[in-house]
């Protein structure tokens, strides 16, 4: 653990950048529905209020960088006063890790062993004196998700329900951090913190009652004409903040940016503020916030490998990769089949993301790399892979299930059987039963026993049908046959009774198809969830419940946004330089707090419970759980243009 707190400068949590409440005051126009809302927020028994913040001659309240005061500076000794959380001098920024301080530390004995009580006592002490009731102190390291430091940050760690924004936590957080140092115990930050500050935002899809539900498109497009980009991921509107209730959740347009980003969102804040005042949507609230994009391939958990993909047919939702690739993988979304242009016959696919089956960037950058592969890997980054490309066929061999996805099953195989013969019965049976002593166990104890001992035997098993099916060709699933490439297209897609003529919209695309190989051709059937059989044309599905089944998250049921998000994606221009292009995107959000989609999830077909598939899914947002996909129509629309296909269907 890390002894040092000058690394980097403090930032605070760095989660909300900046906020402005709907309007909240009667005489400036503030609409009934906000007027309820707010008014019973504050006199709920808790008096802090997710709309709190300073108030404005407009009628809506701010904050910045998460305080009321609409400042949120870090002071000269680097401790921050926000409204759910305070302290310093180093606090790692939202969402963190916690980790257990290590016996190893050097003040070890003297904050967690047989010497702590007194530091602990006086702790408990100050906080009596300002008046703070703890939930919780413990000395612990902190980590930041996002950005983390190289090592846990040494913290005095205090839980507690704020009631009211004033100076009593940060006098106190101040006062522990004196008596530390004063003590001998140098670069330990101290952080008071509210619970609640940690939990994402709820979020809900706007109703279509909202008076911004119908003006969305125009006034997201204005929007992207008049603010500049730069550091924008993604910019949403959703019904968000801390209640459980959807109607004590304001209308809210959301601002995702860059992690790293250390730009002031303040004035970015006042001129969406100024364009919904344009609109007339003063009972509307303005969220920027950082989140992190995921469109990259791999876990940090999974749900576990199918045996039965282990014998033949391909598995919806089971995990690909690259043939050469152990490190990342993706979700086999389903099966297509292309009708030849020339022969009329039906030809089946495998589909996924394109960038579930093609080196990283990172990758490409190594210089272990060879120049000719990293050239036409290139080449199929920045123009696809167009039909039956013979060079594909040698290097974009697929594997399913991935080489990551077989090493996560063994270790995981491997921990579920020195976990059973750690287990006190098992070591005594195994002792006995080789002298035919087990009858010194009582008759369940015996009964257990051998029960444990199936379970060891069940693990070893599986094992060795993995070890046997990665030895054998059966794993390679077959080869990229034809790909988008990273590029975005125009829509074709009506929105708002407009044709693409009348009002084009770029939209992404990141789509592989896998020429498989005869004896693994699988079928779109989802257990437990029916068959996908047909695209789902319909448009207007806005809050309906949509499924998916991928790798990391398995079977997953989220809601339809039907207001569609602006992503700032990347693309290569000719010059292979990489430039921000602002496309119109899908998406499913989760449903109580719970994602919809993971990372790892990429590639996987979202559907309806009746069958009919929205489109493909290809990444979404880390911590506000909000997952992109690509239409059905658009989908069909560019693999007919890249392969020359007269028509595609469901398998």
């Known amino acids: 653990m890390a002894t040092s707190l000058t690394r980097t400068k403090s930032r605070g949590s760095d989660f909300e950048l900046t906020y402005a409440s709907p309007t909240v005051v009667k005489r400036q126009g503030a609409d009934e529905e906000s007027l309820e809302r707010h008014s019973r927020k504050r006199h709920r028994p808790r008096a802090y209020s997710d709309e709190s913040g300073n108030l404005n001659r407009d009628g809506r309240r701010r904050r910045n960088r998460g305080s009321s005061d609409d400042e949120g500076k870090i002071t000269f000794d680097g401790f921050t006063n926000e409204d759910l959380r305070v302290g310093g001098p180093y606090l790692c920024s939202i969402p963190t890790e916690t980790f257990a301080f290590?016996?190893?530390?050097?003040?070890?004995?003297?904050?967690?062993?047989?010497?702590?009580?007194?530091?602990?006592?006086?702790?408990?002490?100050?906080?009596?004196?300002?008046?703070?009731?703890?939930?919780?102190?413990?000395?612990?390291?902190?980590?930041?998700?996002?950005?983390?430091?190289?090592?846990?940050?040494?913290?005095?760690?205090?839980?507690?329900?704020?009631?009211?924004?004033?100076?009593?936590?940060?006098?106190?957080?101040?006062?522990?951090?004196?008596?530390?140092?004063?003590?001998?115990?140098?670069?330990?930050?101290?952080?008071?913190?509210?619970?609640?500050?940690?939990?994402?935002?709820?979020?809900?899809?706007?109703?279509?009652?909202?008076s911004i539900f119908s003006f969305w498109d125009s006034f997201l497009k204005t929007m992207l004409e008049e603010l500049d980009l730069t550091g924008m991921k993604m910019v949403g509107c959703y019904r968000r903040g801390r209640s459980q209730e959807i109607m004590d959740n304001p209308p809210t347009v959301l601002v995702i940016v860059d992690t790293t980003?250390?730009?002031?969102?303040?004035?970015?804040?006042?001129?969406?503020?100024?364009?919904?005042?344009?609109?007339?949507?003063?009972?509307?609230?303005?969220?920027?916030?950082?989140?992190?994009?995921?469109?990259?391939?791999?876990?940090?958990?999974?749900?576990?490998?199918?045996?039965?993909?282990?014998r033949g047919p391909a598995i919806i939702g089971e995990s690909l990769a690259l043939a050469q690739d152990n490190k990342r993988s993706g979700s086999l979304g389903g099966f297509l089949e292309l009708k030849n242009p020339v022969r009329g016959d039906w030809v089946q696919f495998a589909i996924t993301c394109f960038h579930c089956v093609i080196p990283s960037k990172e990758d490409l950058e190594s210089k272990d790399i060879d120049a000719t592969y990293r050239s036409q890997m290139m080449a199929w980054i920045r123009n696809g892979v167009r039909a039956d490309d013979p060079v594909a066929k040698l290097y974009l061999q697929v594997n399913h299930p991935s080489g990551r996805g077989i090493d996560e099953e063994l270790e995981k195989l491997q921990d579920r059987i020195k976990s059973v013969e750690d287990e006190p019965l098992y070591q005594k049976g195994a002792l006995l039963e080789p002298d035919g002593l087990l009858t010194e166990l009582s008759e369940i104890g015996q009964n257990n026993y051998h029960l444990l001992k199936e379970e060891i035997a069940a693990s070893r098993s599986f094992q060795q049908d993995i070890w046997d099916f990665r030895d054998h060709p059966e794993q390679i699933l077959g080869h990229v046959a034809a790909a988008s490439g990273y590029k975005v297209i125009r829509s074709q897609l009506v929105q708002d009774q407009k044709t693409v003529q009348d009002d084009p919209d770029l939209t992404n695309m990141d789509w592989a198809l896998i020429r498989v190989r005869d004896d693994?051709?699988?079928?779109?059937?989802?257990?437990?969830?029916?068959?996908?059989?047909?695209?789902?044309?319909?448009?207007?599905?806005?809050?309906?419940?949509?499924?998916?089944?991928?790798?990391?998250?398995?079977?997953?049921?989220?809601?339809?946004?039907?207001?569609?998000?602006?992503?700032?994606?990347?693309?290569?221009?000719?010059?292979?330089?990489?430039?921000?292009?602002?496309?119109?995107?899908?998406?499913?959000?989760?449903?109580?707090?719970?994602?919809?989609a993971l990372r790892g999830d990429s590639g996987s077909f979202v559907f309806t419970r009746g069958g009919g598939v929205l489109?493909?899914?290809?990444?979404?947002?880390?911590?506000?759980?909000?997952?992109?996909?690509?239409?059905?129509?658009?989908?069909?629309?560019?693999?007919?243009?890249?392969?020359?296909?007269?028509?595609?269907?469901?398998?």
């Open 102 to 210: 290590p016996e190893s530390h050097s003040l070890f004995e003297r904050l967690m062993g047989s010497r702590s009580r007194p530091i602990h006592d006086q702790v408990y002490t100050i906080l009596a004196k300002h008046e703070i009731r703890p939930r919780m102190v413990n000395f612990v390291g902190r980590k930041s998700r996002f950005n983390p430091e190289a090592s846990p940050t040494p913290t005095a760690l205090v839980y507690a329900n704020r009631e009211t924004v004033d100076r009593k936590w940060l006098e106190a957080a101040k006062d522990i951090h004196s008596y530390l140092v004063a003590h001998d115990i140098q670069n330990v930050s101290v952080e008071i913190a509210d619970p609640e500050v940690f939990n994402p935002p709820k979020m809900f899809p706007v109703l279509k009652t909202d």
């Open 261 to 310: 980003s250390i730009r002031d969102w303040k004035p970015t804040r006042e001129l969406i503020v100024g364009i919904l005042d344009r609109y007339n949507l003063s009972m509307v609230a303005v969220e920027i916030s950082k989140d992190e994009e995921w469109m990259g391939t791999g876990w940090t958990k999974n749900t576990g490998l199918s045996r039965a993909v282990l």
């Open 520 to 596: 693994r051709k699988g079928s779109n059937s989802v257990d437990g969830l029916g068959f996908l059989s047909t695209p789902e044309t319909r448009i207007d599905l806005h809050g309906r419940g949509i499924f998916m089944k991928g790798y990391r998250s398995g079977k997953s049921e989220g809601v339809f946004n039907g207001l569609r998000v602006a992503r700032i994606a990347t693309v290569l221009n000719d010059k292979d330089e990489e430039v921000k292009v602002p496309t119109l995107e899908h998406q499913i959000m989760g449903i109580e707090g719970k994602p919809f």
């Open 615 to 651: 489109g493909l899914m290809f990444g979404g947002l880390e911590f506000d759980h909000i997952a992109y996909f690509t239409h059905v129509e658009d989908l069909f629309n560019d693999i007919r243009a890249v392969t020359g296909a007269t028509e595609v269907r469901f398998s």
